[in-house]
């Protein structure tokens, strides 16, 4: 049974996701007429709930692809396909505490707290008070924002944490932060960042390669999609193709 307090995925018959914490002190009002959610309580996730007009929306467990590309964005998030290989990269996983730099509208951060689970941390920052808010806001409405700590500040001056396991910086001129950044993690962890053009690659490497790193690889991950349409099988007219460069190493002190 679905719990008060659980992440929930109510999707209408044409297909319009919402997704809210559960409360059921709370109410969702869409075109199709209002949902009370404390009529979800006794439901399982799959079932289906009518709205005061008769319009059933199914209930669903919302993946965490599905929690990124429902935030609030006032910045260019990570996309999805970039962020599954920084998470398995940078080995994510439960108990991991991450730095991370330039957390903007917060998709990374989002999939960062959600994989390191209960007992590990995220470190976010960024100079933008806005931004700050934007993220903090963002992790508020699903939940995680418990799992990170967030601090305001220009990384310039060094980070205010020692000894994470690993980091990810997203900022726009990376190789000034390179040695703040390496201080910050521990000895040997493998750290990550993005950049969207092929200038910014060479600077950031030519930094990389003279200061406390090793081990330097660049990527580009694109992402095709197809029309699951049995008769007409064939690859989308669009696909997400360029979103930036990930530049992955391991830190040498």
């Known amino acids: 049974m679905i719990s008060n307090g659980e992440l929930i995925q109510l999707v209408s018959p044409q297909g319009k996701k919402y997704i809210r914490k559960l409360d059921i002190q709370s109410e969702l009002h869409t075109h199709d007429g209002k949902i009370a959610f404390k009529d979800i309580i006794d439901l399982e996730f799959g079932d289906s709930i009518n709205t005061h007009l008769g319009v059933p929306y199914v209930v669903l467990k919302p ?11 006032r910045t260019q998030i990570i996309y999805p396909k970039d962020i599954g290989y920084i998470l398995l990269r940078l080995g994510i996983g439960p108990g991991t505490q991450v730095v991370e730099a330039g ?17 590990g941390r995220v470190y976010a920052f960024d100079r933008r ?29 060094g980070f205010d944490v020692k000894d994470m396991d690993t980091g990810f910086l997203d900022v726009r001129e990376p190789w000034n932060y390179i040695d703040q950044f390496a201080s910050a993690v521990k000895n040997g962890s493998e750290v990550g960042f993005l950049v969207p053009t092929a200038n910014q690659v060479i ?8 200061g406390p790193y090793v081990d330097i690889d660049v990527v580009e991950i694109l992402l095709r999609r197809y029309k699951a349409v049995a008769e007409r099988f064939r690859p989308d007219d669009r ?6 460069f990930l530049i992955f190493a391991r830190v040498k002190m």
């Open 239 to 244: 696909m997400v193709a360029h979103t930036g």
């Open 129 to 157: 008070e806005d931004f700050v808010n934007l993220c903090k806001n963002n992790l508020k409405k699903v939940g995680l924002d418990v799992r990170v700590s967030f601090f305001l500040k220009d990384i310039e001056s």
């Open 203 to 210: 600077k950031l490497i030519k930094a990389l390669e003279k």
């Open 63 to 73: 993946t965490l692809y599905e929690i990124i590309k429902s935030i609030d964005r």
């Open 103 to 119: 957390c903007g509208s917060g998709g990374l951060t989002t999939a960062l707290a959600y994989m390191v689970g209960d007992n």
